[in-house]
């Protein structure tokens, strides 16, 4: 399996377990405006990031984005997402990420992929 399908598989199932774990916390779940919308785009997310440098096109760069999606939820300030963005993308880089594709990471996470 290829690394992108590996990326597109685990994001559905963490798609599906949110969901499921949100209907059992509400038995007469209602369509709100963010269950209208597409959802996250791994592969897009994927390509974005491939663009910024070619070592961050794996898998393991859909749960980081997602770390920090959860970041961005939280109200975590840029600078903190620039640094979690910076250990959690800059192992897998495959030169070390400048402090310009940080902040791309970052806005192309924030941006782009958390909605």
């Given amino acids: 399996m290829t690394p992108r399908a590996l990326a597109v598989l685990a994001a559905a199932s963490v798609a599906l377990l949110s ?3 949100a209907s059992q916390l509400d038995p007469t779940p209602q ?3 963010a269950a209208t919308q597409a959802g996250p785009d791994p592969d897009a997310l994927l390509e974005r990031l491939g ?3 070619p070592g961050l096109d794996d898998a393991a760069s859909v749960a ?3 770390e920090i ?3 961005v ?3 975590k300030r840029d600078s903190d997402l620039a ?3 910076r250990t959690l993308f800059g192992d897998r880089a495959e030169t070390p990420l400048t402090d310009g594709q940080v902040q791309s990471i970052v806005e192309v996470v ?3 992929y958390c909605g």
């Fill in 31 to 33: 369509q709100s405006a």
């Fill in 83 to 85: 640094a979690s963005a």
């Fill in 64 to 66: 980081d984005a997602n």
């Fill in 19 to 21: 969901a499921g774990c």
């Fill in 110 to 112: 924030k941006g782009e």
């Fill in 69 to 71: 999606c959860l970041d």
């Fill in 51 to 53: 663009e910024i440098d």
């Fill in 73 to 75: 939820e939280a109200g």
